[in-house]
């Protein structure tokens, strides 16, 4: 929903330029780029559920900061650092996935892609009625909101599939 709303949030509620407005898109693309990037040497060093979990708690605090201060270049740079520490979250998972269950990679793939899409549906749609109703600023904390609620559910699934191999 970031990429659908942010560009029009910036531009009628920061009072920022297209411009900068754009800007604020491509340090994000950038940002999750780069974490693509850095996953793949992190995984040789950290378990990739803990990137996936603990990446979304620091891109929630990330996009929450940039977000609630209202100030633009805290919002690019808040951005930008969620774009890093989220960036990986779909090829992990992915991978992931496809190490728990090695015979159905094209399952869990399909599952976790389809996932994804009906994601990009429903929340900028939601973003939307929530602007119309209590306008953008109340309407982007779904951003910060919805990554806290991965890190709790990652975390509650870590522990979860850490004690059934225990156990």
Same mark, same amino acid.
Do not use: C
């Given at each position: 929903?970031?990429?659908?709303?942010?560009?029009?949030?910036?531009?009628?509620?920061?009072? *920022?330029?297209?411009?900068?407005?754009?800007?604020?898109?491509?340090?994000?693309?950038?940002?999750?780029?780069?974490?693509?990037?850095?996953?793949?040497?992190?995984?040789?060093?950290?378990?990739?559920?803990?990137? *996936? *979990?603990?990446?979304?708690?620091?891109?929630?605090?990330?996009?929450?900061? #940039?977000?609630?201060?209202? @100030?633009?270049?805290?919002?690019?740079? #808040?951005? #930008?650092?969620?774009?890093?520490?989220? #960036?990986?979250?779909?090829?992990?998972?992915?991978?992931?996935?496809?190490?728990?269950?090695?015979?159905?990679?094209?399952?869990?793939?399909?599952?976790?892609?389809?996932?994804?899409?009906?994601?990009?549906?429903?929340?900028?749609?939601?973003?939307?009625?929530?602007?119309?109703?209590?306008?953008? @600023?109340?309407?982007? @904390?779904?951003?910060?909101?919805?990554?806290? *609620?991965?890190?709790?559910?990652?975390?509650?699934?870590?522990?979860?599939?850490?004690?059934?191999?225990?156990?």
């Amino acid at each position: 929903s970031l990429t659908v709303w942010l560009p029009m949030y910036m531009e009628t509620d920061l009072l *920022v330029s297209p411009t900068v407005s754009n800007l604020a898109l491509s340090v994000l693309w950038l940002g999750i780029i780069l974490g693509r990037m850095a996953s793949a040497y992190l995984t040789d060093r950290i378990k990739p559920v803990k990137i *996936v *979990v603990f990446g979304n708690l620091l891109a929630a605090i990330s996009a929450a900061i #940039g977000i609630l201060m209202m @100030q633009p270049v805290v919002l690019i740079i #808040g951005l #930008g650092f969620a774009g890093l520490f989220n #960036g990986a979250t779909i090829p992990l998972l992915v991978t992931i996935a496809s190490d728990r269950y090695p015979e159905h990679t094209g399952t869990t793939s399909s599952m976790i892609f389809l996932s994804g899409a009906f994601a990009t549906m429903i929340f900028p749609w939601l973003v939307g009625r929530i602007a119309e109703s209590s306008g953008f @600023q109340m309407a982007l @904390q779904l951003t910060w909101i919805t990554l806290f *609620v991965l890190f709790a559910a990652g975390l509650v699934l870590s522990r979860s599939l850490k004690s059934n191999i225990e156990g």
